[in-house]
């Protein structure tokens, strides 16, 4: 039975879960992807044709899908994995050396997301025993990116195959097929958030850990749940990549760590955890995307780009603790 003292924390614990705050969010966000979308109409030759758009949207899904496994990291209260860039480039490895192997398609996709969602179980386990979770997984990003190099020897693994390629490459009713994926699993996330118990005990455990724990609620549990999902994520943007390519190679992703972190924090999920959705990370991959895709097209250099992006991260930041230090 609850203790008197969690039955009065329990309305700071639902304190974040306003629909109004979550509708304001989402809004904003909304907005400000059309208010990006006009500018770059009006200003930049070519940036509203089909075939960017279609460019921009296959590269909003794969930092989607990956900012949608994050999405579950920050809301559980464990900030970030920085190592999203780093397993989802050795799952493009291991997908590339399984399909050169002659493991048939299926195999091939089952082995690559086991493999991917076991080794974001592994940081989720670590993490839950109490350890830090930001040099936890940058520990790991190293261990991964190592591995991605012993697997490739430095050099691309070329899948040998088309029995993948339209995994990559494929527009079922003219729509990429990551797209697809994007749409499907940002629905199935929302769904696991707001209509599970899981998801509810996940905000729970992001917004008051203490009294989750007091409850009965499994905090680690939730911790490696949260990390294995990730894991899947990042092995799904991975067979994407490899399939699209029709090769791996250890330099993949390049930037993807930030790009994601950008999305869930430009989307408006709390770095304390307990807020946020699934559909904010989405929106926060689409308007990362629109932006990349503008630099691009005025000629930006990877380093301006990185820049402008690590400001947007680092305004975030400094917005949330404002917001936050005004609400105490």
Known sequence: ????????????????????????????????????????????????????????????????????GMSYITISGNLFALSAEELAVLSACVFAWLMRAHYDLAAGLVLTLVFAGSAGGIQGAIIARGADPIITTLAFGALFRGMASLVSNNKNILLETDTAQWLGTGRPLGIPTQSWVFVIL????????????????????????????ATGFQVGQASLVALTLFGLCCGMAGISAASQFGLAVANLFDGLNVDVIAAVLVGGISLRGGQGTPLQAALGAIFIALLQNYMLLHSFTSGQRMLVVGCLVAAATLGFHIIQRRRV
């Open 186 to 213: 940002t629905i199935v996330a929302w769904f696991v958030l707001q209509r599970t118990r899981f998801g509810r005990q996940l905000l729970l455990i992001g917004a008051n850990r203490e009294a989750a724990m």
């Open 1 to 68: 039975m609850m203790s008197k003292t969690i039955m009065a924390s329990l309305p700071q614990i639902y304190r974040g879960f306003s629909a109004g705050k979550r509708r304001r969010t989402i809004i904003l966000g909304t907005a400000a992807i059309g208010l990006l979308v006009l500018i770059g109409g009006a200003t930049t030759p070519g940036f509203l044709t089909l075939d960017n758009l279609l460019i921009v949207i296959r590269a909003a899904s794969i930092t989607g899908i990956v900012a949608l």
